[in-house]
């Protein structure tokens, strides 16, 4: 007998080796053997990584493509006329841009004889970054704890930006406690719950109906007997235009800087989609000492211009942008990175 097949069938014991028993016997074989060259290969394969955070360029480039399409093929055809000049507006309007700023960017680029895109995009790129420049865009962290409040109409993205929030500040070595103080929407302290027991952080949160800002307060005492770094308060979603709801924010405010603290930031929270009306709600809570702006949802949007109209009209600073619905899909807001996706690059 042919000692290859000599071994497997004495070791198995099969008397006849041509037999059907000896046949199953090499199947089996092959089959292990199989599986054992499939394993050694899928052990060489690298394992999967979790992809770095998205570079911010990246994501907005593809959000704003629309905007930068539509600009270069008004640009690319000949202006000179009023109507070219109109469309060009229109289209910067189109984006969220806010007419005063669209104006000045045509009469600009017509005052200067420009026409092409070559000629016309360096142009409305100095424009809009003139614009962007001389923000102060970081987030303050004064005082211990630092407190920082969020604010904004319903559904803006409040509640998810605290978590984000919190997220780049525990990677940033700091130790967050979340003050719960929306006492009005039923399932709000259940949401804050979720994101704070998956970032394995406390949460002092008030009962349905208690007033917001002595929940607030007993955050800020939480924090400091746990001797946390910054207090992040979330608040109820309101109607910039209701006044009493505007003061009782006020009073969280006022009440968390009682004892000598002083709030580091109070951050808008805007959903980008909502455009120009946005900028109604900039106005009205400006007044409860607004610091910065978080603009969420800009994945959502093809627009993205409302960060100029917000800057050129109220002076106050996009800080972050929210790109997502995940925990990492907040980014510090990049101007000349925002310019050259609403624009295209040099
Ligand atoms: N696509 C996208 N969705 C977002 C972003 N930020 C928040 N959301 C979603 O927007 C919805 C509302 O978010 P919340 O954080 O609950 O908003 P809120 O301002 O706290 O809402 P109220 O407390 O009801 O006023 C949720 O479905 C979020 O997942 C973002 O940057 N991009
Ligand atoms: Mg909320």
Same mark, same amino acid.
């Given at each position: ?126 424009? @809009?970054?003139?614009? $962007? +420049?001389?923000?102060? #865009?970081? /987030?303050?962290?004064? =005082?211990?704890?630092?407190?920082? !409040? &969020? ?93 009493? @709801?505007?003061?009782? $924010? +006020?009073?969280?405010? #006022?009440? /968390?800087?009682?004892? =000598?603290?002083?709030?580091?930031? !109070? &951050? ?79």
């Amino acid at each position: 007998m042919d000692p290859v097949v000599q071994w497997p069938v004495a070791f198995l014991g099969i008397e006849r080796p041509g037999s059907m028993a000896s046949v199953v016997v090499w199947l089996v074989l092959l089959a292990v053997a199989l599986l054992l060259v499939l394993l050694a290969r899928s052990r060489r394969r690298p394992r999967t990584r979790k992809p770095p955070g998205r570079p911010h360029g990246t994501t907005l480039g593809s959000a704003l493509s629309g905007v930068r399409e539509r600009l270069e093929s008004v640009w690319s055809r000949t202006p000179g006329s009023a109507a070219a000049w109109e469309e060009m507006e229109n289209e910067l309007v189109a984006a969220d841009m806010g007419v005063s700023a669209a104006r000045r960017i045509v009469e600009v680029v017509r005052d200067a004889g420009l026409s092409g895109a070559d000629e016309i995009r360096p142009v409305v790129r100095a424009e @809009l970054n003139r614009v $962007l +420049a001389g923000y102060d #865009r970081d /987030l303050h962290l004064t =005082g211990t704890p630092s407190i920082v !409040v &969020l604010v904004g109409v319903n559904g803006a993205g409040k509640t998810t930006t605290v978590a984000k929030l919190a997220s780049r500040l525990l990677a940033a070595g700091k130790s967050p406690l979340i003050g719960g103080a929306d006492t009005f929407r039923p399932a709000a302290d259940t949401q804050l719950r979720v994101w704070t027991d998956r970032l394995t952080i406390p949460l002092v949160s008030g009962a349905r109906g208690a007033d917001p800002a002595s929940v607030a307060y007993d955050a800020l005492q939480a924090a400091r007997a746990r001797g946390a770094d910054v207090l992040i308060v979330d608040t109820a979603g309101r109607l910039h235009t209701s006044h009493n @709801l505007m003061e009782e $924010l +006020a009073k969280v405010v #006022r009440v /968390l800087g009682r004892d =000598g603290d002083r709030v580091s930031e !109070v &951050l808008l929270v805007m959903d980008a989609t909502t455009g120009q009306s946005g900028l109604a709600q900039a106005r009205r809570f400006a007044d409860v000492g607004v610091t910065g702006v978080v603009l969420t949802k800009l994945d959502g949007t093809a627009k993205g211009g409302v960060v100029l109209a917000i800057e050129d009209e109220f002076s106050l600073p996009v800080k972050f942008v929210g790109v997502g619905e995940g925990i990492d899909d907040l980014l510090p807001f990049d101007g000349p990175a925002f310019v050259d996706a609403l624009v295209g690059a040099a």
